[in-house]
């Protein structure tokens, strides 16, 4: 059954990204693998920095703040709710949630710093690891783009996947331009988001298999 085999596929995907988020976790904290790259990450970003770009990258990150994520996703929600799609608005406002509360939970576990104040661009005053910014943008860009991926066809969908992959990875590296996070720490982050998205998919393919609700008009 088709079924059957998206769920399994699902449910191994969420697994394998556990197992990716937890390791690249521990790499960061440890000083390992990517952490590598931590050092020369921040230096390539300061020695780009400039005055116009500083001030893009301020209000891009600004943008994707855990802030405005977790807004865009409750505002998102509300409407779904509002036009009948109990079920997506719920699991996108809880997906946000579990998303927050997870690399909230990681930040003040393991409490590591932030790289050194004097090359911070911006305030950040919470613990580093993994960057919320990079967890919430992978959480609930992604979350939208499941929820929209029925209601696509082939080039809509190219351009969803490619406008995500634009702006998460652009909040990332914000991160480490601005001198708030360590390039592991974005890593983590996105994996981490990545990680309880595919949870929370494997849930949402889960219940629609055993709820199925009659369509909604667009």
């Known amino acids: 059954m088709p079924g059957r085999r998206v769920l399994a596929l699902t449910a191994t995907c969420s697994l394998l990204l556990l197992a990716l988020a937890a390791g690249l976790i521990w790499a960061a904290f440890t000083g390992v693998g990517p952490a590598g790259e931590d050092r020369s990450a921040l230096a390539g970003a300061i020695d780009s920095r400039s005055v116009g770009v500083t001030a893009v990258l301020v209000v891009f990150t600004n943008l994707g703040s855990t802030a405005v994520m977790a807004a865009l996703a409750v505002v998102t929600g509300i ?7 109990r079920v997506d608005g719920v699991w ?16 003040r576990t393991l409490d590591r710093p932030r790289p050194p104040l004097a090359v911070r661009l911006v305030e950040a005053g919470n613990e580093s690891l993994p960057s919320g910014h990079a967890t919430m943008s992978m959480a609930v860009v992604g979350a939208l783009v499941v929820l929209a991926w029925p209601h696509l066809t082939g080039s809509l969908r190219l351009g969803a996947l ?4 634009a702006w998460i990875g652009g909040i990332g ?46």
Not at 79 to 85: F, I, P
Not at 92 to 107: D, H, S, W
Not at 189 to 203: H, P
């Open 162 to 165: 490619l406008v995500a992959a």
């Open 173 to 218: 590296y914000t991160r480490i331009y601005l001198g708030v996070h360590w390039f592991s720490d974005v890593v983590a982050g996105w994996a981490t988001g990545a990680a309880w998205l595919a949870v929370c998919t494997g849930v949402l393919l889960w219940w629609r298999a055993r709820h199925p609700e009659p369509a909604v008009p667009a």
């Open 92 to 107: 996108l406002i809880a997906t946000t949630a579990g998303a927050g509360a997870a690399f909230t939970l990681v930040k």
């Open 79 to 85: 409407v779904l709710v509002v036009r009948g799609r």
